[in-house]
């Protein structure tokens, strides 16, 4: 049901207190003695969840944020509105996760449209950024796309966003969580960062609560504080997954959960509803047409603008999973689309100004030295202070045409869960370029088996 009709019945004023806790207790709701009505009566103790504790100010530090959104233009406005026209707008959004209106959710909703409207403004100008991201991922695993609203309240919409126990990213992944769903780690690269890969990894993990679960109250309660912790609840509860929802272990819950779920229904009703709110979002001028190509060799931030007419902080808002602004080789680097073609006509130049520690001649020793990070790091720092080094590839000919060989067309088998961005990094191509490849696909959906031209 749309509507927690438990949590609708105390929501009449004129019920007395002792009255409505006998009655709820009739139906199960109380543990030691403590009702949910308590509970509900405490909820300003609740922990809000870390992005909702993020000012507008702190927002327009975020460096995909920070040359790319301006205040939005005209007046607003706080407005307020009673019960039953936020109990219709919310039955109005049209998903199949359970969006009750009750004082928890209530108290929720008034801060994301008072205290919190200024950083819910420049969450929106983001979010043009963003959930065409997030909306692709949840859509090829066949989730609600109201899911998208998560990382409004993990994160607010920030890929640099680390919190007090160590999540990361837009979507807040813990190491081992991020790990297991594929996002690698280490002291160069952080995929939990990376928009596109984290997202992936989002909504698979989402998927498999689900499954296990059963509702998606208690799958978002999982994402939160782990699907064991649910498992205790309903446990406690004397419930079981797939014939229980969020509010039936409500009260079994860890006290930070009891408030995620009710933020994330009021983060979903703020995001469609902000205008009627007086919110005005801002403008945003995000380079929403990217592409990705895969360097063969390590470079950093600095060397890719001097050369592809783009700036450091442009590089490091798209490029977030970076943490040291160093690419390592055989990495994925993500550019505007204007910007593409100046990498593709510079390559060379651009791996020729990072000093090599390679295999010299045939005339030296033969034994080539391999750069750990630490030498990798003094020797990226040097490049950019005027050290140059000329690179040691040797370049074939691009003049005589004798010397050019015709590449063999080659085809390749899309697997569960590619993407084209993803095909290219494996077969060192680009997006563009399989599209100009294949001109059958359309809006880049493939599709698992679909055949796949990458040369």
């Not at 902080?313 to 204007?338: F, H, K, S």
Request: aromatic letters at 8%.
């Amino acid at each position: 049901m749309k509507t927690n009709y438990i949590y609708n019945i105390y929501m009449n004023k004129k019920i007395i207190i002792t009255c409505l806790s006998v009655f709820l207790t009739s139906w199960g709701f109380a543990q030691d003695g403590n009702t949910l009505v308590e509970d509900t009566i405490q909820a300003e103790a609740f922990d809000m969840p870390e992005g909702m504790l993020i000012g507008e100010d702190e927002l327009m530090k975020e460096s995909a944020n920070v040359n790319n959104l301006t205040p939005g233009t005209g007046v607003g406005r706080t407005v307020s509105y009673g019960d039953s026209v936020l109990i219709s707008r919310l039955s109005r959004i049209p998903t199949t996760i359970d969006l009750p209106l009750n004082e928890v959710t209530r108290k929720y909703i008034d801060t994301y449209s008072t205290r919190m409207k200024n950083s819910v403004a420049v969450m929106l100008g983001a979010s043009n950024f963003y959930n065409p991201i997030f909306e692709e991922a949840l859509e090829r695993y066949g989730l609600p796309l109201e899911l998208k609203y998560l990382p409004v309240i993990e994160s607010a919409l920030r890929p640099s966003a680390t919190s007090r126990v160590g999540a990361a990213g837009l979507w807040q992944f813990m190491i081992t969580t991020g790990k297991r769903y594929g996002l690698e780690v280490n002291t160069l690269v952080d995929e939990r960062r990376d928009p596109i890969k984290s997202s992936e990894a989002a909504a698979r993990y989402l998927r498999d609560l689900y499954q296990m679960f059963g509702d998606w109250g208690l799958a978002i309660a999982g994402y939160n504080c782990g699907e064991g912790n649910v498992q205790k609840a309903l446990t406690r509860s004397g419930n079981q997954a797939g014939s229980a929802d969020f509010w039936s272990v409500y009260n079994h819950l860890p006290k930070e959960t009891r408030g995620y779920v009710p933020a994330f229904v009021a983060a979903t009703y703020i995001m469609n509803y902000y205008c009627e709110h007086g919110i005005v979002p801002h403008e945003a001028s995000l380079p929403l047409e990217s592409d990705t190509v895969v360097v063969r060799h390590d470079v950093n931030f600095a060397q890719i603008a001097s050369k592809c007419r783009v700036s450091i902080d442009e590089l490091r808002a798209i490029n977030p999973q970076y943490r040291r602004d160093v690419i390592p080789a055989d990495y994925t680097l993500r550019l505007p689309a204007g910007s593409i073609e100046y990498f593709l006509a510079s390559e060379d130049s651009i791996y020729g100004n990072v000093p090599q520690i390679a295999v010299l001649s045939t005339a030296s020793s033969g034994v080539g030295s391999v750069v750990g990070a630490e030498n990798m790091m003094v020797n990226l720092t040097s490049s950019v202070s005027g050290n140059t080094q000329t690179n040691t590839r040797q370049k074939t000919s691009r003049s005589t045409s004798s010397s050019k060989k015709q590449v063999a067309k080659k085809n390749v088998t899309v697997k569960q869960g590619d993407t084209l961005s993803a095909i290219a990094s494996r077969n060192n191509t680009t997006v563009e370029q399989l599209r100009k490849l294949n001109p059958s696909i359309k809006k880049d959906r493939i599709f698992p088996d679909q055949s796949v031209r990458v040369k």
